[in-house]
């Protein structure tokens, strides 16, 4: 990821893409390229850790070998994985967790411990509810070049002239 102007720019080794986050994701975050869906092509985890520890995603990018109309027709607009885009005939999607981690759960009330896990609760709800929504409206796609071949002129009135 390189950085620019308080935002990180990650470009996709495999497909080319292109997201911005913010500058403090560097911080909070670790990538990982592990595919855990059957039916996904290929899935980018950013995955949140604190003080070394490492908890779970607060975002993936999955993408699919399908187009919008298969999208649709397969029911994953039904489903929680949201739409990004469409491109070369690849279907770009997310996900984002709907629960904090369990790590963050008192094991002697139930409930979440805001006194221990306040900061990193506060964290994930900020890079999750804020920050992603932004995130996922940067997704660019690489121009792909047009390139011309050369092709040789041919006719019968060109005469080659003599030396």
Known sequence: MAASGGTILYRDRKFGFTLKFPEYWRRYTVMSRKNDMLDAEYTVHFIFKYRGKTYGP???????????????????????????????????AYDTPEELPSEFIDKKTGDYDYVKYGKQIRLMKRM????????????????????????????????VPRC
Request: net charge positive; glycine share 2%; proline share 7%.
């Open 58 to 92: 607060v975002l993936s990018v999955i993408v699919f070998r399908m187009t919008r109309k298969e999208w649709v027709d397969q029911g994953y607009e039904d489903s929680p994985l949201r739409f990004i885009a469409e491109h070369d005939k690849h279907v770009f």
């Open 128 to 159: 999750v509810n804020r920050d992603v929504p932004l995130i996922v409206k940067t997704m660019r796609f690489p121009v792909k070049k047009v390139t011309l071949e050369p092709s040789p002129y041919l006719s019968k009135r060109i005469k």
